[in-house]
């Protein structure tokens, strides 16, 4: 879809659109709310302007939008299917991860979720299923203060992510 397109959409229409690039409620209608849209740089400073404007329930929300990395795949497709085709392509060295990592992301998906209240949030494109590891594992010491703002800041990296794709679509 080009960004002429994405001006023209009905509000309905653009809002379904921009909730599959970040799940917020609050984001998506203040994002609706910016079109016609001049420029895709326009576009890109004003989700990330709106976005860490936005309040800790928001970004909260936003998380729930996303599978866990590593999780069940099938099970996943089921319950994310207007973002599935993105989230596998995004987590896609998981797949070729070994059985032990796969069981160490588990482990760690579980920990960080009892001590934080949200999966963990990582913008896995070009990362493997080590590295996302190796990163779970260094943020899991983090206080919930300093996680919180990580996890947003990743949050905003795949917000533009997706609206990079969804312009390419």
Known sequence: ?????LNSLPAPARAEALAKCCGATA??????????????????EQAKTIWYGLAEVDWREA????????????????????????????????KQASQDTLEALAAGNDEYEQKFGYI????????SAEEMLALLQARLPNLLQDEIHI??????????????????A
Do not use: Y
């Open 1 to 5: 879809m080009t960004l002429s397109e």
């Open 63 to 94: 998380f729930t939008h996303h599978p866990k990395i590593g999780g069940n795949v099938a099970a996943l497709r089921e319950k994310f299917a207007s973002t599935s085709t993105w989230a596998e392509g995004e987590q896609a060295s998981v």
């Open 151 to 168: 996890a947003m800041g990743e949050q905003d990296k795949i917000t533009r992510i997706r609206l990079e794709k969804l312009l390419a």
């Open 27 to 44: 984001w998506v209608e203040q994002m609706n709310s910016i079109f016609p849209v001049a420029d895709a740089d326009t576009l890109f």
């Open 120 to 127: 963990f949030i990582v913008c896995a494109t070009g990362k």
